[in-house]
């Protein structure tokens, strides 16, 4: 092959850097500039300190009773959060069941847990009016329960 195919495109660009001129560039230069020699500021004089006065009795307060105008009406409780469920008739359990404390989260006080009208064990973090909570369950992933015997653990598909 010969070398002129390849030097081609260099031939086309020819033209083009021939019509491009020089600029030429001329530094111009520029003189230091001068600043003032900074002053030193005076230090400012330290403020002079009152003489330690006794301590005073507090000024008299005055209290007022509140006014019964507003509403005395109780805050209404807020919902239970999404997932949670509500306890019907609810038993407050002093003490669960081994079978529900050894399912528990560790660290999670037994107090936190109580038993639902239906007879399954449920666990709480925070006491609402109604109660709710969630289901303690299992290894398997079972509620866990109180059946009629009264013996506790996963509750029976009916």
């Known amino acids: 092959m010969t070398r002129l195919p390849r030097l081609l495109p260099v031939l086309v660009a020819?033209?083009?850097?021939?019509?491009?001129?020089?600029?030429r560039?001329?530094?111009?230069?520029?003189p230091a500039p001068v600043f003032?020699?900074?002053?030193?500021?005076p230090a400012p004089a330290p403020e002079p300190t009152p003489a330690p006065?006794?301590?005073?009795?507090?000024?008299?307060?005055?209290?007022a009773p509140l006014s019964?105008?507003?509403d005395t009406s109780a805050a209404a409780a807020p919902?239970?959060?999404?997932?949670?469920?509500?306890?019907?008739?609810?038993q407050e359990v002093v003490s669960a069941p081994e079978a529900v404390l050894a399912a528990l989260l560790p660290g999670t006080p037994p107090s936190a847990v109580f038993q639902n009208g239906d007879g399954c064990y449920l666990f709480s973090i925070e006491r609402t009016e109604p109660l709710s909570g969630y289901p303690v369950r299992d290894e398997n992933g079972v509620p866990l329960?109180?059946?009629?015997?009264?013996?506790?653990?996963?509750?029976p598909a009916s």
């Open 68 to 70: 019964d105008d507003g």
């Open 79 to 90: 919902r239970p959060p999404a997932g949670a469920i509500t306890a019907t008739s609810p």
């Open 14 to 23: 020819l033209p083009l850097l021939a019509a491009c001129e020089e600029v």
């Open 145 to 155: 329960c109180e059946d009629d015997d009264g013996t506790v653990g996963p509750r």
């Open 36 to 41: 003032p020699a900074p002053q030193a500021a």
């Open 53 to 63: 006065s006794r301590l005073e009795s507090p000024a008299q307060v005055t209290t």
């Open 25 to 30: 560039t001329v530094a111009v230069p520029q």
